[in-house]
């Protein structure tokens, strides 16, 4: 008895493709009355597929794509295996046959060759990640082999057709075009270029952004000097910013506060932040010699944009003022105030100078009063101490029995940073000088 093998085209076939060749006896020289070759699942039209044979030398192979009416010499005489290329035809009665050398004719089972493209189903919303185009889908049909992605714009110009493998499609999604919205639609092609076509796109209205947001962010500040820009703590700093995207993620809109570039504190821009906005700010009581704020915003597709202001300066803390007497020989006839700053160290790091002026005034004893009297209309003035890397003023003394005080100011403005003016009822820090002893007042 002799064996047909019927075998599929490797890794070419439908995936789950059964073919089973059942031998059985057949009269010689006439049709047989039982087929010998019997092909239970559809073959993938325009594919070709090796028959396994065993038996006797052939003389012809025929096929026949509608029941055997017609029959079409597909192959020479032979033995042993042998090849047949089917048409891109759909048919329900298609038939292969064999000529033996006998004349015996052994065709096959009635079988269908189906020639339909594959079919592409999106399953889920296309979304952007890390610069490509991700697009859940599956396909459908028979040696699906390639996936075609069309994007067309809303003012109808097309692009160029992106075309990868199924695996590559999956594992690394789709390159993207420059910004816009889109209509897009897949379509998937066989091995053998059955070719899908669509005329409803899978998605419309998608949104393909891959630049980040173009942002402004300016900062109004109480005070500024030569040096730059600086407010006290507890006072309210002004921030105005605009956002130049029509799909920005406003929820994502955060400010930062960053001192000597550490994030210190977060800023709210409210509940319901805008595209263009302005809101206060209140400085905390902090001595930051190098401040920025950072604005941090997001769009819909994850495009992130940080942009930070010009750098500025905050005061919180009071300075001190340590005022002591140096002597010469018998005699005291010098002051020296020295600066103790609490983040000097900070601000003598900063590119440009902060100009800290030191005020100096004199006050007289007054015998009377039992007390001392401030000259508060004409201050000894040091001038500047740059950097401030002069951190030591001494005063040489006049005449005795007289009572020193410091005031720092900053900035053009002379904005006080020690102690409040001294009045008649209030001190500042001070020493009475005496050619024969020290006290602090």
Known sequence: MSKYVLIGGGALLLVGLTVLVLSGAFTVGAQPQNNDIKVTSPVQGGSEVTFGWEGQDYTKIELSTDGGRTWRNVGASGSGDFKVALPKVNTNAAQVRLTLGSGTLVPSNLFSIDSSPPRTEVTGDPFIENQRIRIPFTVVGPDAETITLDLKRQNADHLPPITMTLGEAKAQGFPVPSDGTFEIRLTATDRVGNAETKTAPDKTDFIVDVTSPQITLDLALPHASNFGKYAMGGENISLTY????????????R??????????????????????GNFMWQAPYEDW???QIEMV?????????????????IFASTPEVNIVQEQSGDTSDS????????????????????????????ADWDSSQ??????????????????????????????????YAARLVVGSGERNLSEPVPTESTQPESIWINLDRVRRM
Not at 242 to 253: G, N, Q, R
Not at 255 to 269: G, N, S, T, Y
């Open 289 to 291: 010699g190098t401040v």
């Open 242 to 253: 605009t956002i130049f995207d029509a799909h920005v993620d406003l929820s994502s809109l």
């Open 370 to 403: 039992q007390r001392f009297v401030w000259n508060l209309a004409s201050p000894i003035q040091d001038g500047i101490l740059q950097g401030p890397n002069k951190d030591k003023i001494q005063l040489n003394l006049q005449r005795q029995d007289r009572a």
């Open 335 to 362: 002051v020296v105030f020295t600066l103790a700053y609490q983040h000097i160290e900070g601000l003598r790091s900063r590119t440009v100078d902060l100009p800290i002026s030191v005020h100096i005034y004199e």
């Open 297 to 313: 915003v997001s769009d819909l597709s994850g495009n992130v944009t940080r942009e930070r202001s010009t750098p500025f300066a």
């Open 255 to 276: 400010f930062e506060v960053i001192a000597d570039d550490k994030v210190e504190a977060q800023i709210d821009p409210g509940a319901d932040p805008s595209r263009d």
